[in-house]
């Protein structure tokens, strides 16, 4: 497989450079932290959160019914979830080379499934328990446009990496697919991978980001 962090198809770029990667695990760590604060709260470690806009509104909402409900059904504080949930989106980041939509697509793959749909059920929650308690948290918001952000940041490499597996399947079997998947090379993989890269590196897209 090739060593050359190359664009990969359908981008002018590699997506999944470091300079890509960094971003993404900056934000998830701002996240990260936001979701800790907001979970010690609901733990009662600490006794109030400060909201610069909406007052009492973050502890109205995270002291609501539905997030008593959310909590009898996680067994765990709802934004302690968030706290895992963000956490792993900072490993997962970290993880692999700048070539791994290639091979490592399974890491991609979870990757992806860790932050875009995660994503979506944590903008939903933000946005039930605003309309449905009636108050807002700021916070909550914050973490909400994170999650979108991350989704928007996320989702290319994930494009790569099933474009790639597509372009095994149409050389070989399901089996062979399913190795190359898990990052075990072959001579489909190959071609593949290099498929994958010319047809987009051919045309003059102009620089990689």
């Known amino acids: 497989m090739t060593l050359h962090p190359s ?17 993404i695990a900056a934000i ?7 979701a800790l604060y907001l979970g010690l709260y609901q733990w009662r470690i600490i006794g109030t959160i400060w909201d610069p806009i909406f007052g009492d509104g973050s502890m109205q909402v995270l002291d609501s019914d539905v997030s008593e409900d959310i909590i009898h059904w996680i067994r765990i504080p709802d934004a302690m979830l968030g706290f895992f949930a963000y956490l792993s989106d900072v490993i997962f ?6 070539r791994r939509w290639q091979d490592r697509p399974w890491l991609v793959i979870l990757f992806g499934i ?3 749909p995660l994503g979506c059920v944590s903008i939903i929650l933000v946005l039930m328990q605003g309309f449905v308690v009636q108050h807002w948290c700021f916070f909550c ?5 994170i999650s979108l952000t991350l989704i928007f940041l996320a989702y290319d490499e994930v494009v790569s ?23 075990y ?7 593949a991978g290099e498929a994958t890269l010319q047809q987009r590196s051919k045309k003059n897209v102009g620089p990689d980001l």
């Open 7 to 23: 664009p990969a198809r359908p981008w002018n770029y590699n997506p999944s450079s470091w300079h890509q990667r960094l971003r």
């Open 28 to 34: 998830a760590t701002l996240a990260t932290l936001i």
């Open 93 to 98: 980041a970290m993880a692999g080379s700048e």
């Open 114 to 116: 860790d932050v875009i």
């Open 141 to 145: 918001l914050v973490t909400a446009a």
């Open 161 to 183: 990496s099933c474009i790639y597996l597509y372009e095994i399947k149409k050389r070989s079997s399901w089996k062979t697919t399913w190795w190359a998947f898990w990052g």
């Open 185 to 191: 090379p072959s001579p489909e993989a190959l071609a």
